[in-house]
């Protein structure tokens, strides 16, 4: 891959979080005392790897995201603040389209608050050599995949099964490209940016190591997870 200059981080928070059942959007929820947001945002402005932040949300949360979070703890990486689509693909594709920097860009849940300046660093060093990253970390588990009655249909070896995290992370031009031809065909069934890159590319998606504490707020539980890693 040629050298690429410039990173950009989009951060999705535009999701609701039903699963969290609370009326306060899981981004939005306090952990130690500062939205989940708050967590992810201070690490891209701190890093000296990004340059611009792209904040993307609903359009009702805009105004709030501007005062109750940039500007209340002077975010001032955070250029930009757009209104988020139907799905999260919607949301990643307003993100592109707000980014100046067209080097390297970060596509990065808000949800996970435990990213670190190591695990940018692994990721954009493997995005800058390959074109697309995606950063997870090997399954613990045993990992079987079942049939349509819920019967074990094989066990797949461990060795080979990692659970991707985020930031996912790309060249620019691959991914906005990726995206606007993925748009043209419908985006059915697609889940996460690596997606639509082994879709619509020939470029190999490699893993880069994230952490075992990069988890996602998703559940009540997590909340308790989190604190835990916040006072330890």
Request: with cysteine.
């Amino acid at each position: 891959m040629k050298e690429m200059t410039g990173c950009s981080a989009i951060v999705l928070a535009a999701g609701k979080g039903s699963r969290m059942k609370s009326e306060v959007h899981k981004q939005f929820m306090l952990l130690g005392g500062k939205p989940v947001l708050y967590y992810s945002l201070h690490c891209f402005q701190e890093s000296s790897l990004i340059d611009e932040i792209i904040l993307v949300t609903s359009e009702d949360m805009i105004d709030y995201c501007r005062s109750e979070i940039v500007e209340k703890y002077s975010f001032d990486k955070v250029k930009k603040i757009v209104g988020g689509g139907k799905e999260r693909y919607d949301s990643v594709y307003e993100g592109l389209k707000a980014c100046s920097s067209q080097g390297i860009v970060c596509v990065h849940d808000s949800a996970r608050p435990f990213i670190t300046e190591e695990i940018l660093k692994r990721g954009i060093e493997t995005a800058e050599s390959t074109g697309a990253c995606i950063v997870g970390v090997p399954a613990k588990d045993t990992m079987k995949l079942a049939d349509e009655n819920n019967d074990v249909d094989r066990t797949i070896p461990r060795e080979k099964v990692w659970i991707v995290q985020t930031p996912q992370i790309f060249s620019y031009s691959l991914l906005k490209n990726a995206y606007e031809s993925a748009r043209l065909k419908g985006m059915n069934g697609i889940t996460d940016d690596a997606m639509v890159v082994e879709r619509e590319t020939e470029c190999k998606v490699r893993f880069s190591l994230g952490s075992y504490r990069n988890i996602k707020i998703t559940t009540p539980e997590d909340l308790i997870i989190g604190e835990a890693f916040l006072s330890s």
